[in-house]
């Protein structure tokens, strides 16, 4: 009987941009669940590896590990946690690296150079290592995994043990000393992905939430992704870059991942599935959404939506062509119903522009049946939302940007009136040229990109890129500007908002 193959996944440090004051101008993510490691580990565990998580968020240490300059200030980069350096790299067979955020590349590369050049094999899986792989193996990567869909994963592992069959790598294109990988069949569905054991789950449990704050008694946050791919394909987005159609899992099988969650601890379960309701577009779709709901809430659970929910789903037409755009009220109420100690206490919603047309912002829905929604969504009790909007798209111009904060404030006002509990906050994420997207191919080909720097230009709160109208320090402006709208619960939460809060105080709110 041979030795079982040990398998080391890690988990990268959180980073932080620090001005000269010492304040951070990035989101700093240390302690939220570990959404993509619990998938990857339940599956590499039913395939019978020895798999351990290396979480280097863990630890209070900071680390230096280099610089840049942004607006006249020179940033210090930072990580904080621990060093790859305390872990041998015989430790394991096998090291797994999952780089998902432009902004981590630097330590990613540093973390493969130093196992490579101890001897360790190191595989490198993520959705920037999908958009850029040659970097990872010149750092030393010995694959570079193209498939997010776990397809291939166990082939890939025998593969860097040295027991997979030629036939099998015939998809393989060779770079320099490394390999890419991508699967030739289907991608695998999440209804396949093994369910975790607890002890997984409840190593991949966290205390925070990238959208805000969450009262003590929905902590800890366990982490359900439910489908993958999505059936839109926005320039900005990676998504369709990945090739996996539109795949999910049954109410049955949903529901034993939210219940794993619950026997970890969990009180409060973050699901940031690419389109969960994308199921809606055929017919039994609606009724699955409406039995996941139940059982979550069966469980007594709450969801919290990060990633957003595209609210077109959301109406009577099922944003099909044509379809009639009335909310579904029944629908609605599953999604963000909140009765005080389960249901949906959060919501990320990507917002809309007051625009008509497409030249400039491709649209969801128009604006009027938006706010409709939208306060079809606040009657169902949800206490707090998190409204995204992207700042500095190519066409953004100081008028533009003066009729979205003018339409937001009305948004807020409206739906204080509906509810004046509602925790409303306008999150103005700056533009981040995601590699591979058609968006950041025209960037570069008009050249907007003023900072090309990873931890620039992966960050949510550092504009890089100016627009036809627009410096990138103009849209760094407006961010600062359109952070003033809505409640300060936010930005007692996250440090970058209360940065860019620093300049002015907030508008008051009309009375209601």
Same mark, same amino acid.
């Given at each position: 009987m041979g030795t079982v193959t040990r398998i080391g996944l890690v988990e990268l440090p959180a980073i932080k941009?620090?001005?000269? @004051?010492?304040?951070?101008?990035?989101?700093?993510?240390?302690?939220?669940?570990?959404?993509?490691?619990?998938?990857?580990?339940?599956?590499?565990?039913?395939?019978?590896?020895?798999? @351990?998580?290396?979480?280097?968020?863990?630890?209070?240490?900071?680390?230096?590990?280099?610089?840049v300059r942004w607006r006249g200030l020179l940033l210090q980069k930072k990580f904080g946690g621990n060093s790859i350096e305390g872990y041998p790299a015989d430790?394991?067979?096998?090291?797994?690296?999952?780089?998902?955020?432009m902004q981590e590349r630097e330590i990613a590369q540093r973390i493969i150079r130093y196992l490579a050049s101890q001897g360790g094999r190191v595989v490198v899986g993520g959705s920037d290592a999908l958009a850029e792989p040659a970097m990872y193996l010149a750092a030393g990567a010995m694959v570079v995994v193209t498939d997010k869909s776990g397809a291939i994963n166990r082939s890939v592992i025998e593969y860097v043990m040295g027991r997979a069959a030629d036939s099998e790598w015939r998809q393989m294109t060779v770079t320099g000393g490394g390999k890419i990988l991508g699967r030739r069949g289907p991608a695998l569905s999440p209804e396949d992905?093994?369910?975790?054991?607890? +002890?997984v789950a409840i190593a991949c449990l966290g205390t925070q939430y990238w959208e805000g704050e969450i009262p003590p008694f929905l902590l800890p946050?366990?982490?359900?992704?439910?489908?993958?791919?999505?059936?839109?394909?926005? +320039?900005?987005?990676?998504t369709p870059t990945y090739k996996l159609g539109y795949k999910s899992m049954s109410p049955g099988v949903a529901l034993k991942w939210f219940a794993k969650q619950k026997e970890a601890g969990a009180r409060s379960v973050i699901c940031p599935s690419d389109q969960f309701l994308g199921r809606v577009l055929w017919e039994e779709g609606r009724r699955e959404v409406l039995r996941i709901m139940e059982g979550i809430r069966e469980l007594g659970? @709450?969801?919290?939506?990060?990633?957003?929910?595209?609210?077109?789903?959301?109406?009577?037409?099922?944003g099909l062509p044509g379809g009639d755009l009335t909310p579904d009220n029944e629908l609605c109420e599953a999604l963000w119903g909140w009765d005080g100690r389960i249901g949906c206490y959060n919501a990320y919603i990507p917002g809309e522009r007051p625009v008509r047309g497409e030249a400039a912002y491709q649209k969801l829905l128009p604006w009027e049946e938006h706010v409709r929604l939208m306060r079809t969504m606040v009657q169902t009790g949800i206490p707090d939302i998190s409204y995204g909007i992207i700042v500095g798209l190519?066409?953004?111009?100081?008028?533009?940007? @003066?009729?979205?904060?003018?339409?937001?404030?009305?948004?807020?006002?409206?739906?204080?009136?509906?509810?004046?509990?509602?925790q409303f906050r306008v999150i103005p994420f700056s533009l981040r040229p995601l590699p591979g997207t058609t968006l950041t191919k025209g960037l570069a080909s008009e050249g907007l990109v003023a900072n090309p720097d990873p931890a620039v230009c992966g960050g949510f709160w550092t504009a890089c890129a100016n627009t036809r109208y627009m410096t990138y320090e103009a849209v760094s402006d407006w961010q600062a500007r359109l952070s003033?709208?809505? +409640?300060?619960?936010?930005?007692?939460?996250?440090g970058v908002t209360s940065l860019l809060r620093e300049a002015s105080q907030p508008q008051a709110i009309p009375a209601l």
């Amino acid at each position: 009987m041979g030795t079982v193959t040990r398998i080391g996944l890690v988990e990268l440090p959180a980073i932080k941009l620090c001005d000269p @004051s010492g304040k951070n101008w990035t989101a700093f993510r240390q302690h939220e669940p570990l959404v993509s490691k619990q998938i990857l580990m339940a599956q590499l565990r039913a395939y019978g590896y020895l798999t @351990s998580l290396i979480n280097l968020k863990c630890g209070s240490q900071e680390h230096l590990f280099g610089e840049v300059r942004w607006r006249g200030l020179l940033l210090q980069k930072k990580f904080g946690g621990n060093s790859i350096e305390g872990y041998p790299a015989d430790m394991f067979d096998v090291w797994g690296i999952t780089v998902n955020y432009m902004q981590e590349r630097e330590i990613a590369q540093r973390i493969i150079r130093y196992l490579a050049s101890q001897g360790g094999r190191v595989v490198v899986g993520g959705s920037d290592a999908l958009a850029e792989p040659a970097m990872y193996l010149a750092a030393g990567a010995m694959v570079v995994v193209t498939d997010k869909s776990g397809a291939i994963n166990r082939s890939v592992i025998e593969y860097v043990m040295g027991r997979a069959a030629d036939s099998e790598w015939r998809q393989m294109t060779v770079t320099g000393g490394g390999k890419i990988l991508g699967r030739r069949g289907p991608a695998l569905s999440p209804e396949d992905w093994p369910l975790p054991d607890v +002890d997984v789950a409840i190593a991949c449990l966290g205390t925070q939430y990238w959208e805000g704050e969450i009262p003590p008694f929905l902590l800890p946050i366990g982490s359900a992704i439910v489908d993958i791919g999505c059936d839109r394909k926005c +320039d900005f987005c990676q998504t369709p870059t990945y090739k996996l159609g539109y795949k999910s899992m049954s109410p049955g099988v949903a529901l034993k991942w939210f219940a794993k969650q619950k026997e970890a601890g969990a009180r409060s379960v973050i699901c940031p599935s690419d389109q969960f309701l994308g199921r809606v577009l055929w017919e039994e779709g609606r009724r699955e959404v409406l039995r996941i709901m139940e059982g979550i809430r069966e469980l007594g659970l @709450s969801v919290l939506w990060g990633n957003g929910l595209e609210l077109k789903k959301a109406t009577v037409g099922r944003g099909l062509p044509g379809g009639d755009l009335t909310p579904d009220n029944e629908l609605c109420e599953a999604l963000w119903g909140w009765d005080g100690r389960i249901g949906c206490y959060n919501a990320y919603i990507p917002g809309e522009r007051p625009v008509r047309g497409e030249a400039a912002y491709q649209k969801l829905l128009p604006w009027e049946e938006h706010v409709r929604l939208m306060r079809t969504m606040v009657q169902t009790g949800i206490p707090d939302i998190s409204y995204g909007i992207i700042v500095g798209l190519p066409d953004d111009s100081a008028d533009e940007l @003066s009729r979205l904060e003018d339409a937001l404030y009305e948004l807020w006002f409206l739906l204080k009136r509906e509810n004046p509990n509602l925790q409303f906050r306008v999150i103005p994420f700056s533009l981040r040229p995601l590699p591979g997207t058609t968006l950041t191919k025209g960037l570069a080909s008009e050249g907007l990109v003023a900072n090309p720097d990873p931890a620039v230009c992966g960050g949510f709160w550092t504009a890089c890129a100016n627009t036809r109208y627009m410096t990138y320090e103009a849209v760094s402006d407006w961010q600062a500007r359109l952070s003033q709208i809505g +409640d300060l619960r936010y930005a007692r939460h996250q440090g970058v908002t209360s940065l860019l809060r620093e300049a002015s105080q907030p508008q008051a709110i009309p009375a209601l």
